[in-house]
């Protein structure tokens, strides 16, 4: 074999795909919480003004406490419920936050259709996913996340949420793949740009038909690579 025809096992073929759960493999989360601004009266901003006024009291960002587990849903709601009393001036109760929340999301079908497609034509299915510990039962009762993906990795339960490398790498390591081996699906840019600093290959996912185009692109042209260099001979 000639020095331009050699490679490595596997070189340039994708073995895996890692997707996002919310905003992904179901309808936007803006969605979800549009509905709880309309029926609580609380706005998106007020949230935010919220959450930054506890980043100051606290020292560190409370979602992303509450997404690595070091903080509980009951603190986190108790903590965001004080903050929007003391600025809008009357009681805020959050306690049915999680409920309304996962009332308006919904499995996004098309996603699903194609990830059990590609479980069939052999590539590994994984999902990395920023999330809330007491939240898991929820989220998981909105697909067939058993049937589908071997691995789930779960922000709350590793202790470490995306963009941060480590829960990129645990991902990879439990897929048995190297980071050029794998596609990541995820509605962050942000997400997007830190799993190709890593070496993976991304699709940043805006909507289901520019996703599936873009995925199925990735996947053939990794497969036309792979084929390519393998070909070579001496």
């Keep these: 074999m000639s020095a331009e025809g050699a490679q490595l096992p596997g070189a340039g073929r994708i073995e895996a795909v890692i997707s996002d759960f919310g905003g992904v493999l179901t309808s936007p989360m803006l969605d979800s919480f549009t509905a709880f601004q309309d029926s609580s009266g609380i706005s998106l901003e007020h949230l935010g003004k919220a959450i930054g006024a506890l980043f100051e009291q606290l020292g560190a960002n409370p979602l992303f406490e509450l997404e690595t587990g070091r903080m509980t849903e009951a603190r986190f709601l108790e903590l965001l419920g004080s903050e ?41 299915l994984a999902i990395c996913t920023n999330n809330v510990r007491e939240w898991e039962q929820r989220w998981r009762a909105k697909l067939p996340v058993d049937e589908i993906f071997s691995v789930v990795v779960d922000s709350a339960f590793v202790g470490t949420r995306k963009p941060e490398r ?5 991902t990879l390591e439990r897929l048995g793949v190297r980071p050029e081996a794998a596609l990541l699906i995820d509605d962050i840019e942000l997400n997007c740009d830190a799993a190709r600093e890593l070496g993976m290959e991304t699709v940043w996912f805006r909507s289901n038909e520019q996703a599936i185009a873009e995925i199925e692109t990735r996947l053939a042209e990794a497969g036309r690579s792979s084929s390519g260099l393998s070909s070579g001979r001496a």
Excluded: C, T, W
């Design 84 to 124: 929007l009393s003391a600025q809008l001036g009357h009681e805020v109760a959050m306690h049915e936050f999680g409920e309304r929340y996962f009332e308006h999301l919904h499995a996004n079908e098309p996603m699903i259709s194609l990830m059990r497609g590609l479980r069939d034509r052999g590539y590994k």
């Design 166 to 170: 480590r829960i990129y790498e645990l």
